[in-house]
């Protein structure tokens, strides 16, 4: 049993670093706990942001392995589909495209054979080829592969037209009625200037629709009127083969349900009608505070560049806490943890940690007490160019050595009492809050009445859960 | 450089094998195989024959061991032996304990195959796939993926050719060979030693 646990120790040891351990709180909608590296951070409203309080808007289309970039319009006609690259109907790799030669005969002299080029796509992990659905060799590198042919798209299309004909048609006279209704309480024109924006119109979902922009004068105009026949159910079915239930099952001729679902088109039963299909697109999306309409992370164009115009995350704003090392914890009995702060901004911050105190709705997971340093702790800025500057003088800090334990250009670390509350399997949680001053460089320098140009300092609090891992046995 | 001298492998004339390969027990290797460096073929209980035109690359093992229940000391256990095909290709790194592999088989980098597997022909073994039932792979099979999932395809591997062609010209360039022992039925007074 200890052999296991001195295992268990070790992979404890490695993981300390893993960014599930120590956790944020977001205060949003919903209290989301999430890693510092996982959050971003408005600057106007000088909070954290997680990915559910922000709206997410698509930037661009490119295809994950050709790499071209489309616009939105050309990608919904394409179906979010790239114009030549495939994917393996059988593992869904990208395939790639080979190839041999044939010998042929010439054009001029029948009897003479040369050598041509014949290309067929073949998939480098489970190593189907196209020649294994019966699909020939074609002549042209890329261009010439065709995906087949959906039987039911005619009657498809007409639905839909249909459809959307219909839906048309119902909203316009909804439209009408709510007009019919507003009419006594506001004039046409004013309602439109006075309702809600149009972008938050858009992103709340399940509303009804209420621009009335869609309320034409065109209604008089006649619209082609399409008809479809409804779909005939029939009473004959087609009969199971007879040695349905004795025939041996040939596991590798058959497709796997998720094989047969990404093509819903042809469904296919056998391992020997699955065709390719294009590859989907990839999407770069941009990220939008809800309260204040400002952009947190805006990619760039080109899908080649990993880079952001616009990079509000939260590690470049937050101090952020990490574990450094556990003690064996000890059901009641105190012992210290070192943890480390790391200081992302160039200017000093001060840091000040408090316990939470009893009965605060927000600690709810922590299972034992923590004991953190009273005194405020400084952080230095970061210097990029320090390790370059062997003149600089070391700062001056004049740490107290119990709590902190050690200093280095923008990190400290400090330590503090841990007491576990609870005996037993579990890990053991703790979680205080964080008081940090912030330098908003995002807000406007008001001209103050002493003439002093520093931007004030605001300060945030945060409340930071920490997972401690286990109790020693 | 000091060759480790191995009285009981038998290089045919033709094959490359190079002298940082460990190569232990009663090891056959037949023409126009390429045995890479730190490639390890190891028969302990029992002997393996490898056939012409493989291709063992670097960290492979290919091992005749003994099942994990049985004790190398125990009395009355036959040595079975390892056939080998040819122009198979173990990958670098992978581990190979079947005592039946036909001709033509791929074995992926880092595939692990178990001592009661049969490889037939043209099969494929994935990428650290783990196959250690006790069945006879159909031919053309290809296992591959996490969980190890298998297909049919419809046309074999093709043989290393150019690749054991190239490999022969270029590596007794920068390595030291084992040095050919032909099997001889009259013994000599010498070892019959030939290049």
């Known amino acids: 049993m200890s052999q296991r646990w001195v295992e268990l120790r070790r ?11 120590v956790l944020y709180l977001v205060h949003g909608e919903k209290k989301i706990r999430s890693p510092l590296s996982q959050l971003y951070f408005c600057r106007y409203c000088s909070e954290l942001r997680s990915l559910e309080c922000v709206s997410h808007e698509v930037d661009s289309h490119y295809c994950p392995s050709c790499l071209e970039n489309m616009p939105s ?11 030549n690259c495939f994917d393996c109907p059988c593992c ?56 087949p042919e959906n039987p039911h798209t005619q009657r498809i299309n007409k639905l839909i037209e249909y459809y959307q004909q219909l839906a048309q048609r119902e909203k316009l006279e909804r439209d009408r009625k709510k007009l019919a209704r507003r009419r006594p309480f506001m004039p046409l024109a004013f309602s439109e200037k006075y309702g809600l924006g149009t972008r938050l119109q858009r992103t709340r979902p399940g509303a009804p629709i209420t621009s009335l922009a869609g309320l034409s004068l065109k209604e008089g105009e006649d619209q082609k009127e399409i008809n479809i026949e409804p779909a005939q159910a029939l009473d004959e079915v087609e009969p199971l083969p007879e040695d349905c239930y004795t025939r041996p099952i040939n596991l590798p001729e058959g497709t796997t349900l998720r094989q047969r679902l990404l093509q819903p088109d042809f469904q296919p039963a056998g391992a020997s009608q699955l065709h390719p299909k294009h590859k989907h697109l990839l999407i770069k999306r941009s990220l939008r505070c809800r309260k204040c309409e400002h952009n947190l992370s805006k990619p760039e164009f080109n899908p080649t560049s990993i880079k952001f115009k616009i990079q509000l995350v939260a590690v470049s704003y937050i101090p952020e806490v990490r574990i450094m090392s556990i003690p064996n914890l000890r059901f009641q009995k105190e012992s210290q943890v070192l ?22 709705p927000e600690d709810i997971n922590s299972t034992a007490k923590v004991m953190v340093p009273i005194k405020e702790l400084v952080l230095a800025g970061k210097d990029a160019a320090a390790e370059y500057d062997e003149l600089a003088e070391p700062q001056d800090f004049q740490d107290d050595p119990d709590v902190v334990a050690f200093r280095k250009s923008n990190k400290i670390g400090f330590f503090i009492k841990v007491v576990p509350q609870r005996e037993g399997l579990g890990d053991v949680t703790v979680s205080f809050k964080i008081r940090h001053d912030f330098r908003n460089l995002a807000a406007p320098i008001r001209p103050s009445e002493e003439g002093d140009a520093s931007t004030e300092a ?7 859960e920490l997972n401690l891992g286990p109790l020693a046995p | 450089q000091a060759q480790k001298t191995n009285p009981s492998a038998k290089i045919a004339a033709g094959a490359v094998v190079c ?20 490639a390890r073929i190891i028969a302990e209980a029992g002997p393996i024959i490898i056939g012409e035109g493989n291709l063992i690359e670097e960290q492979a093992l290919i091992i005749n061991s003994y099942p994990e229940n049985i004790m190398p000391d125990t009395e009355g256990v036959e040595p079975k032996s390892m056939t080998i095909g040819i122009n198979n290709v ?46 006879v792979i159909p031919e053309n099979t290809v296992i591959y993926g996490s969980n190890s999932m298998r297909r049919l395809q419809t046309e074999r591997p093709q043989p290393q050719t150019l690749q054991l ?8 360039n920068y390595h030291h060979m084992k040095k050919a022992v032909k099997v001889t039925s009259t013994p000599v007074r010498n070892q019959a030693v030939t290049h």
């Open chain 1, 11 to 21: 992979r404890e040891m490695a993981s300390l670093l893993q960014p599930e351990r």
């Open chain 1, 73 to 83: 319009a050309e990608a919904k006609l394409k179906k979010n589909r790239c114009a």
């Open chain 1, 92 to 147: 869904m790799h990208t395939l790639s495209t080979r190839a041999t030669n044939i010998p042929a005969p010439l054009p001029d002299d029948p009897t003479k054979t040369a050598m041509k080029k014949a290309y067929y796509l073949a998939c480098g992990f489970c190593r189907w080829t196209s020649r294994d659905v019966g699909m020939a060799d074609k002549s042209v590198a890329s261009g010439g592969w065709q995906e």
């Open chain 1, 339 to 360: 943890l480390t702060l790391t200081n992302p901004v160039e200017n000093i911050t001060h840091v000040t940690l408090v316990a939470c105190e009893e009965g605060d």
């Open chain 1, 458 to 464: 605001i300060w945030l609090t945060h409340h930071v």
């Open chain 2, 19 to 38: 002298v940082e390969s460990e190569i232990r027990g009663d090891v056959t290797i037949g023409p126009r195989t390429v045995v890479h460096p730190k």
């Open chain 2, 90 to 135: 173990f990958e670098v790194g992978c581990v190979s304990q079947a005592l039946q592999i036909g001709d033509n088989n791929v074995i992926e980098s880092k595939a692990d195959l178990g001592r009661n597997v049969v490889l037939t022909s043209g099969c494929i073994v994935g990428a650290c796939c783990q196959v250690n039932t006790c069945e």
């Open chain 2, 165 to 172: 062609d190239f490999l022969m010209k270029i590596l007794p």
